[in-house]
């Protein structure tokens, strides 16, 4: 008997098809006659059948590069980097680094020099070492609490004009938080404010400490701030500040953002007040994007950020200035850990690790980039090997060779 079943039509997809976010189409609209009410149970199991068999190929067609990077000749000659180890959990976890480094092959190598926070200044040579490779990677520096020490992450800031601190905070697939969709950038003025280090005792049980705000400063973090934005596609810029109490100092923070928004008007431009800031941010922190705060708001800022996207341990960052760029963990809070992790080498080593990703990408080197953050992440969202602040029990040794293995 002659088969009957005829081929049926597959129409092209309509023009809503579209992908609001890869690597999965977002909505697929057909025709009306398409509907599967109308069609025979033969040609139900065709349409699943030729579903099932172009899932792959619009896998392939989704997470295929279409545009190539192409570097400038010379690009992949080995750039040097100067390490700095620091203290507490700070020499594990930039050995973890250096591992996963050598593991890519990745076109750097280290300078290593011995830092540490009781240290009356950094030594000259470590500052030579900076300034002529650029590019610094640090561990956590520990400050002494009082006394006349001055802090050396404060002095390295201002030696190299580090003027501007970058913490990105958001969700890692595959880790469970209060919140989702959390994805803020704090960028912070870094090198005035309350960290000036102007303090003095003006008679004894009176001391004095002043808070230094200029429209210079001001006014290049926020051009950062803005410019950072538009060239990551980002879509609202919030100035955090206190000028209903401070109104000159703060005041004059204001001034000099409103000015840059104006020049960026494709970008949204609000404002808020730094305690209500700390509010929305526990209990509504997608809402925020890009934020630029003076320099003591910023540091409060990025390590509630940072704990409310999944911890400080996991969040990237750095310091920039015009000619030089110092990376680390982001969120400065337990960045040198406790006596108990340092014994245990259970310290977590993914906010360095993704903070040498942020490094490759301004070293111009954004594959390796790409693979070191695809494997962090896929590491996390397994949820095998995870460190006790992530509720696992993984030593930092162990989650190394997990973001190792998962290398492309």
Known sequence: MKNSFKRPFYPPLSPTFRFQSLPFPKTINYPAFLSLSVLSKAQKFRISDMARRSLPLLKNLITTRSVTYMPRPGDGAPRPVTLIPGDGIGPLVTNAVEQVMEAMHAPVYFEKYEVHGDMKRVPQEVLDSIKKNKVCLKG???????????????????????????????????????????????????????????????????????????????????????????LNNRKKVTAVHKANIMKLADGLFLESCREVAKKYPGIKYNEIIVDNCCMQLVAKPEQFDVMVTPNLYGNLVANTAAGIAGGTGNMPGGNVGADHAVFEQGASAGNVGNEKILEQKKANPVALLLS????????????????????????????????????????TQEVVDAVIANLD
């Not at 040498?356 to 790409?370: G, I, K, T």
């Not at 590491?379 to 509720?391: A, C």
């Open 356 to 395: 040498s990703a942020m490094m490759l990408r301004h070293l111009q080197f954004p594959s390796f980039a790409d693979r070191l953050e695809t494997a962090v992440k896929r590491v996390i969202s397994e949820g095998k090997y995870r460190t006790k602040d992530l509720g696992g029990d993984c030593t």
């Open 140 to 230: 956590g520096l520990k400050t002494p609490v009082g006394g006349g020490v001055s802090s050396l992450n404060v002095q390295l800031r201002k030696e190299l004009d580090l003027y501007a601190s970058l913490v990105n905070c958001f969700n890692l697939p595959g880790l469970p938080t209060r919140h989702q969709n959390v994805d803020i950038v704090v960028i912070r003025e870094n090198t005035e404010g309350e960290y000036s280090g102007l303090e003095h005792e003006v008679v004894p049980g009176v001391v004095e400490s002043l808070k230094v705000i200029t429209k210079f400063c001001s006014e290049r973090i926020a051009k950062y701030a803005f410019e950072y934005a538009y």
